[in-house]
Structure formats: structure tokens, C-alpha cells
């Protein structure tokens, strides 16, 4: 781009700015959007529980000039993207993010069991994954807001630990990690102030970067969560009439109207 980028949009993808059929991939009018505002200083980055893996595999479906400048992963991985359209770790931040994961594992890991049987008794369960990344639990939607309340139980006594989620599944995490820790990180080495930074999600996962801590541009498609509506209410920022991509689109456009008419 040549040039110091003026605006960083942060985007979560389910529910927010991707498609699923043909494949999984970015909404290609979210995708266009930004392309066009690209040699108008506003840079985007993917900040996503999903893998880092997955996150690579969208953004490889890109052409170089239409990539996130980062991928923000997991509430904790930060990657910038390469000269060539890859994506490198940025090691000394990852790292550290990899320990403090550890050392929750290492006290929580050997309760998984007894967790997953109290679970799986409790509720519907409809998948649980308990390994070495991540302790994650879906149910039904009536039985999530119960799920997260027991899953919060369970952790009471672990210094450390919370409870986090987005529409489908609730999971547990270090109490550090959060989409607004990594998204401000990003935006420091950018050297691109909180009111220059626009956020967008739709799960409560996204809501620390939606309470206008980090960003003071925010904003939410209609399908979001009633927490997220709530707190993008409360920092002033805009709920859309649309949902998920052209929700998002539209919220973009309300913050980049100077930016687009140049």
C-alpha cells in the first residue's frame, strides 16, 4: 500500500462476514468492499475463534491484494501477512500466549472427564471436544445461556480461567485472552489509534472488542446475540437492519462514508 494505513477493520467471520456453500469462505461483497477502500488507507484483519489453519485456508482463497494484513486467532495468535501472501506467527507474542495456555491446562486438563460426564448428564449435548487446545461444548440454543452458567461452576475455583463462546459453542479459555487483547496489539504495531479502528462481530466472543474499549467505531449485523446488540448499543455504536454479511457491509459503509466518497 505504501503508505501508513489510516483505518483497521476488524472482522469476525461466522455470522459476520463469511458464506458457507459453495465452501466457507469470505462473503465476496464484504470482500470487494474492502478491496475497493484498500489504496484508500483502510487495512481489515480476521479476528476469529476459529484455527489459525482455517483462518490461512480462507485468506489463501484471495487474491493477494483482497488478504486481511493478520490473522487474530483463537482470542491469542496474532500472524501478519508476508510479502507473498502468507502469513508469519509473531513469535514473541504467540509464545507467550502459548504459555499461559499451558499452565491453565496444566491444572484444568485432568478434570475433563468428570466435566464431560457432567455435562453430557445435564444437558443435550450435541458435540464436546476436550484435548490439548481447547475445552468446547455445544447444545442446543435453548440450553446454551444454563451450559455457560454450569461450564462457569466448574471453573470457579481455577484462578485463570473464563468462560467464553459464540452463537454455537461455549468453551473455556485463559482469562487473559480476548479479541480486543489481540486486536489491540495488532493496532499498536500498526501504529493506528483506538478511533481509527472499526470493529464487527456477532457472538458474545466478540464483545470485548464491541464495548468500545479498543475501538471506537463498532458495530453489529441484526443476527447478533442480544449481549453483543446491547453493549455496541452502549458504546454508541451502530446495529444494522441487515444481517451477516450485508449487515456488515452496512457498517462499514456508516464509518468509511468520508473515506469512500474520496
Known amino acids: 500500500m505504501g503508505q501508513k494505513p489510516l483505518y483497521l477493520v476488524s472482522l469476525d467471520l461466522d455470522g459476520t462476514s463469511v458464506r458457507y456453500e459453495p465452501r466457507l469462505e469470505m462473503h465476496p461483497d464484504v470482500v470487494l468492499f474492502l478491496e475497493m477502500l484498500r489504496n484508500r488507507g483502510v487495512v481489515w484483519v480476521m479476528n476469529s475463534d476459529r484455527y489459525t489453519d482455517t483462518m490461512a485456508d480462507i485468506a489463501g482463497l484471495l487474491e493477494i491484494e483482497q488478504k486481511p494484513i493478520a490473522l487474530l ?34 491444572i484444568i486438563q485432568p478434570r475433563f472427564p468428570a466435566w464431560k460426564a457432567i455435562i453430557e448428564r445435564e444437558f443435550t449435548v450435541l458435540e464436546c471436544v476436550a484435548n490439548d487446545l481447547v475445552f468446547a461444548c455445544m447444545a442446543p440454543p435453548e440450553q446454551t445461556p444454563q451450559l455457560r452458567q454450569r461450564l462457569q461452576k466448574l471453573i470457579q475455583d481455577v484462578p485463570n480461567a473464563q468462560v467464553s463462546g459464540n452463537h454455537d459453542w461455549s468453551f473455556i479459555l485463559h482469562a487473559s485472552f480476548s479479541k480486543a487483547r489481540v486486536l489491540q496489539r495488532c493496532a499498536a504495531l500498526l501504529g493506528i489509534p483506538r478511533e481509527r479502528i472499526i470493529a464487527i462481530g456477532d457472538g458474545i466472543n466478540d464483545i470485548s472488542m464491541l464495548n468500545g474499549s479498543v475501538a471506537q467505531c463498532v458495530g453489529c449485523p441484526s443476527n447478533a446475540s442480544p449481549e453483543v446488540i446491547a453493549a455496541v448499543k452502549e458504546a454508541g455504536g451502530i446495529v444494522a437492519d441487515a444481517a451477516e454479511a450485508e449487515g456488515t457491509i452496512s457498517v462499514l459503509r456508516h464509518y468509511l462514508k468520508s473515506v469512500i466518497t474520496l
Open 73 to 106: 486467532s483463537c482470542q491469542r495468535f496474532i500472524h501478519f501477512m508476508n510479502g507473498d501472501g502468507t502469513y508469519q506467527p509473531l513469535h514473541e507474542w504467540n509464545n507467550e500466549q502459548m504459555r499461559l495456555h499451558a499452565q491453565l491446562w496444566h
